[in-house]
């Protein structure tokens, strides 16, 4: 197979651009590509041809033919699931078996879902006076009363910015329900995790998407083309997901324009385990919960607060489990966890760990790389699943976003201690309460200041539902209906009748 060189999208064409930067395989932690490097010219290229999309064939598309459109491409993604798992494993190093089963799938599903929804979805209508009443037409003129209607409008140019940690499946979350609401997008891809952006371009081409509806550009975000987006006064609305430092930047330069901004940040994510739990499904469940992705996924928990009668038992089971997670090489199915994404982001996360150490934390398993023989693999950036415990809770690992494969596990006493350390943080994305008592897990539901709880699950999605964080976790929602109303414009019309 030939070395990957991964272009640029824009107005229906694939560009090189003048310069490229490399593609790492961080299972490898070799060279396996190139991507094309975009500038502010190239980004206003790629809004420009967007903004000349919103008033040509797309505009004047009927809503039922636009989402045939979009559930065109999620069939295209589906016909080419293979290629898109490949890139994706490529570029992330993450597990076939995550690959195939969930983010490739849930690309296909977002494309599907928010066809569906705004196929069905109405909008409000307010009927005042007689006329609200029934009296009218016999009412008198002049005094019997009005209708609301409501348009649901697109928003104009969206740029879309995401992270590398699920590169499609957070991306097509963003692109579907613009597109969905008539839209036109302008995508940053991960500077880590370019691949599938790409791909995708091809299917847009494949299912007749017209020309400047889907472009991408790719680059570093400040000075590159990130910030080229953030900053052009053309693009309408911006939507980022990633670092919570990045989206504070990000509020800043797009301030001069006043776009509208949907941010899902980072997570500090805790689980309540009570004693009263299924322990089996609590072990389980938190064993997924922290080491999902390497770790490598906002809703992690990375702080595990236990009740203190089971809190032994359960540190010994999730540390034992946690040993025995398979970890190696993404494409043997039987694989739980690949490296982390990068050797930066590896010496961060080992860092982080050092720290822990150096601050009182007892290390209860892992703590270190994990170094595999061999040729192929050697040289990737694979870490240990890691369980600390004994730290305070101001100790940096315990306040601050990780992001890999680790937690930090600590006893409490009552439901009311529980709740007070699971919200003493910056962040506010997501908890799981892990309990038996059904009277319990609502009043820790409600009490969590969070954007979203689950009980006795974790990462159980329905797209129905609003998806987003409090605090340093975000600003807005998206998810369903939400994603309808931050994706277009909301106009009232009022007659007098
Ligand atoms: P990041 O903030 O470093 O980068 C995200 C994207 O922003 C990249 O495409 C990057 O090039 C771009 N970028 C960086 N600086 C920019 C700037 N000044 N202007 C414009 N674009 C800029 O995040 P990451 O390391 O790719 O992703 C990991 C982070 O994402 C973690 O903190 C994780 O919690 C968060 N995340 C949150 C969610 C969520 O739904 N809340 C989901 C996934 C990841």
Sequence with gaps: MGRTRIQHFIDGRFEPGSSDFTLINPASGRDYGSCALAGPALVDEAVGAARKALSGPWARLSLDDRLDLLEAVALGIERRAKEFVRAEILDTGKPLSAASAIDIPRGIQNF????????????DSFATGSFATGAFPGA???????????????????????????????????????????????????EETPATASLLADVMNEVGLPAGVY????????????????????????????ESRTGERILAD????????????????????????????????????V??????????????????????????AL??????????????????????ISAQHRDKVLGMWQQARDDGGD?????????????????????????VTGLPET?????????????????????????????????????????????????????LHVGMVWVNSWMLRDLRTPFGGRGRSGVGREGGVHSLDFYSELKNVCVAL
């Design 215 to 242: 472009n991408v550009v790719h680059g570093y975000g400040p000075d590159s083309a990130g910030e080229a987006i953030v900053r052009h006064p053309d693009v309408d609305a911006l939507t980022f997901t990633g």
């Design 395 to 447: 100790a940096a690992f315990v306040r601050n976003e990780v992001f890999g494969p680790s937690c930090h596990i600590a006893p409490f006493d009552d439901e009311d201690e529980a709740v007070r350390l699971a919200n003493d943080s910056d962040y506010g994305l997501c908890a799981a309460v892990w309990t038996s008592d059904l009277n319990r897990a609502h009043r820790a539901a409600a009490g």
């Design 140 to 190: 008198s003129a002049g005094s019997s009363g009005s209708l609301n209607y409501t348009l649901r409008e697109p928003v104009g140019v969206v740029g879309v910015i995401c992270p590398w940690n699920l590169p499609l499946l957070l991306m097509t979350w963003k692109v579907a329900p613009a597109l969905a609401c008539g839209n036109t997008v302008v995508v940053k891809p991960s």
């Design 254 to 289: 797009a301030a001069p324009h006043l776009k509208s901004t949907s941010f899902e940040l980072g997570g500090k994510n805790a689980a309540l385990v009570f004693a009263d739990c299924d322990f089996e499904r609590a072990v389980e469940g938190t064993i997924r919960s």
């Design 112 to 123: 599907r879902f928010f066809a569906r929804l705004a196929r069905t979805h109405g909008t």
């Design 363 to 387: 290390v209860l398993c892992g703590g270190a790389a994990h170094t595999i023989a061999g040729d192929e693999l050697s040289g990737g950036y694979f870490v240990q699943p890691t369980v």
């Design 319 to 340: 540390a034992q489990r946690a040993t025995a997670l398979r970890v190696g090489d993404p494409w043997d199915p039987n694989t739980a966890m690949g490296p982390l």
């Design 291 to 316: 080491f999902s992705n390497c770790g490598q996924v906002c809703l992690c928990s990375e702080r595990v607060y236990v009740e203190r009668p089971i809190f032994e038992r359960f540190a010994e």
